[in-house]
């Protein structure tokens, strides 16, 4: 039984990691959007199938025009797929509109996001998911609205099958379980506190239900907590880093009276403490040759220019950016020593 579950496990890798991450996410979250404008036509979700239309567009046309400036202005390679993936979490947790006033809001916070990308990094890795950094800073505003709309009992099953091919191909599944464990156990605490203060009657598993159901934990844990240039890269830290975000989101705080720190909100505090847990860097490695070890073995050379960490086990996905790209992910396990200079994989 074991050797089976584990076969059928390396089949659905195998599956999954034919696909770059990109490409992979940029796809569920596509899939996502065709499922909310069939449920529009019902009524089963808040906005209608003309307002995730028109705010989508006008998402992905302000991201990919703000990284396509960005990357032209840094000279770095182009990258449609994540301006794309931002557009799209972006439609997901701003109030979709058809007023000319709201999308401008919506406008200004897919250009926030983009611009996040670059301004606020690290040698490299953006220091906050671009995503709720747009929306948590352009909804202090009145130009838009966080309703987290996908969070709701119609999407709820569209989003865990989804959401869950993308934390099986990241391997990030427990963390996330851990954040959906400890954010939906925080949010019974709370309504029940809520319900003994006001004296009505409180059922414990229909308040972890919906906690689970009709709120953006699902949502946010599967597309935007399990990003792995915000995570850190222990996976103790990782957990540190989920459960902080899971009290947060559970029981959102009022700060002075004046917003709560909402879903948003809360992961980029997250995202600060992943930060504080590892300063990590881009490495940018220089292509010295290959050579064929086996009939199915390929080894690539690389040169970095300092020490590139790295423990037993570990393996990374190559992204090499030309004209011409295909849609497969390129995994790889390193070769050689972590200490030496130049890295066979």
């Known amino acids: 039984m ?24 940029l796809t569920a979250l596509a899939g996502l959007i065709l499922v909310a404008l069939v449920l529009s036509f019902f009524g089963l979700v808040a906005p209608g199938p003309a307002e995730i239309a028109a705010t ?14 960005a990357h032209r202005l840094l000279r770095l390679p182009n990258r449609i797929e994540s301006s794309l993936v931002t557009a799209a979490i972006l439609l997901f947790v701003l109030r979709p509109s058809l007023d000319l006033g709201s999308l401008g809001g919506i406008a200004l916070a897919g250009v926030v996001a983009s611009v996040s990308k670059y301004v606020i990094a690290w040698r490299g890795r953006h220091i906050f998911n671009p995503a709720a950094f747009g929306a948590g800073v352009v909804t202090l505003t009145p130009l838009a609205d966080s309703s987290w709309w996908v969070g709701t009992p119609a999407m709820a099953i569209a989003v865990g099958v989804l959401g869950l091919a993308v934390l ?27 319900a003994q203060q006001a004296g009505i009657p409180f059922a414990t598993f229909d308040a972890g ?13 599967a597309f935007m907590l399990s990003e792995p240039l915000t995570l850190p890269p222990r996976r103790t830290q990782q957990f540190a880093v ?12 009022q700060v002075g009276g004046l917003f709560s720190l909402g879903a948003e909100r809360a992961l980029l505090i997250g995202n600060l403490l ?6 990590r860097t881009a490495v940018r490695l220089t292509f010295r040759g290959r050579e064929h070890v086996t009939p199915t073995v390929l080894e690539l050379t690389f040169e970095t220019k300092g020490t590139m960490k790295f423990t037993p086990g570990q393996y990374l996905e190559l992204d090499v950016p030309h004209r011409r790209p295909d849609a497969r992910g390129r995994a790889a396990s390193s070769a050689s020593s972590p200490h030496r200079r130049i890295s066979r994989r």
């Open 274 to 279: 992943a930060f504080a847990f590892a300063l």
């Open 242 to 253: 989920a459960a902080l975000v899971g009290v947060l989101a559970g029981w959102p705080i």
């Open 168 to 194: 099986w191909r990241t391997e990030k599944l427990r963390v996330v379980l851990l954040f959906l464990l400890i954010a939906v156990g925080t949010s019974v605490i709370r309504q029940g506190v809520q």
């Open 56 to 69: 989508f567009v006008v998402l992905a046309l302000v991201t990919t025009a703000s990284d396509a400036a």
């Open 209 to 221: 239900y919906l906690a689970l159901v009709q709120t953006p934990f699902l949502f946010l844990g």
């Open 2 to 25: 074991a050797l089976t579950l584990t076969a059928a496990r390396q089949r659905v890798l195998a599956l999954l990691g034919a696909v770059s991450m990109y490409r992979l996410v």
